[in-house]
């Protein structure tokens, strides 16, 4: 039933719909901070909507029975990544904070999701080891981005655990890189044995 649910191309057009118009509410949810960040850096900042990006790049292909590997494994890398990285950010700011609005449980919600469907295809990635390695490379370069050069998403009452929160990030980063794997690459090899 979740097969059929998940390759029925209605469902499919409204999923790319769905994430069409998350990703620009995202890159607008990040114009303030767009704003005052250096050119240099501006592709690594909206990291959410980048990931969605590219899933919503993955079901345009996927929906003409095409696949693109490299953008399959950005995708499932970044959306596992931001989903669970924003869920526990915004847990974080209501335990300190005490009130998050509803702004912070949509993000909750909505970035919970988004892992979630990047999970529930992976049946369906084309995804080889190069793939995985040049996503690997692109996540923990944006790491490398966000808290060594601090162009890390603005969450005013976790600033002073900065420290921590890239410390949690760069093994999250790693934990989506080996999950990643296992579910697409590993899985392949050994159904091949």
């Known amino acids: 039933m979740l097969k059929y649910i ?31 960040t250096p050119d240099i850096f501006l592709i690594f900042v909206p990291d959410s909507p980048t990931a969605s990006l590219f899933f919503t790049v993955f079901l345009l292909f996927f929906i003409f029975n095409r696949n ?24 974080l700011t209501l335990m300190i904070d005490g009130n998050i609005g509803w702004q912070g449980y949509m993000l909750i919600a909505s970035h919970g999701a988004m892992a979630v469907q990047a999970l529930l295809y992976t049946p369906y990635y084309k995804i080889r080891m190069r793939h995985i390695v040049v996503a690997a490379v692109w996540t ?18 976790l600033t002073k655990y900065m420290g921590e929160i890239g410390y949690f990030t760069f093994w999250l980063s790693i934990f989506c890189i080996f999950l990643a794997y296992q579910l697409t690459v590993g899985r392949n090899s050994k159904l091949n044995k």
């Open 6 to 36: 998940l390759l029925d191309k209605r469902f499919l057009i409204l999923l790319f719909f769905v994430n069409f118009f998350g990703t620009i509410y995202g890159y607008m949810w990040y114009g303030g901070q767009l704003s005052v």
């Open 68 to 91: 693109v590997p490299y953008i399959e494994a950005l995708a499932l890398i970044t959306l596992v990544k931001y989903g669970v990285w924003a869920v526990v950010m915004n847990i």
């Open 140 to 157: 923990l370069h944006n790491d490398v981005i966000d808290y060594v050069f601090g162009m890390m998403p603005v969450y005013s009452s």
